[in-house]
């Protein structure tokens, strides 16, 4: 796969979620940055492709990957959109 990816869940009982997953999404939109939302609630597979891309087996959506780089969580993303970063984090610079 190659291009930018947000992991996300369609299914989830976490307020927080759902709502780091759409300023995520509002925040790209809002930018005009092309992604691709890829739903890990629709397959399993794809929930272990998104912890293994976080090096991480507890991780959690909205995960940020371009390609094969993992470029970070919610957090992260945050930061570098406060910090003016956002091209350099997402790997498009």
């Known amino acids: 796969m190659s291009g930018l990816r947000v992991y996300s869940t369609s299914v989830t009982g976490s307020r927080e979620i759902k709502s780091q997953q759409s300023e995520v999404t509002r925040i790209l939109d809002g930018k005009r940055i092309q992604y ?4 890990i609630s629709q397959d399993n597979a794809l929930r272990e492709e998104m912890r293994t891309l976080a090096g991480n087996p507890k991780a959690t959506p909205p995960q940020i ?10 957090e992260l993303f945050v ?3 406060e910090q003016n970063t956002l091209q350099e984090f997402l790997k498009l610079a």
């Open 36 to 39: 691709q939302l890829v739903d």
């Open 65 to 74: 990957v371009n390609g094969d780089q993992y470029c970070g969580d919610y």
């Open 79 to 81: 930061e570098a959109v």
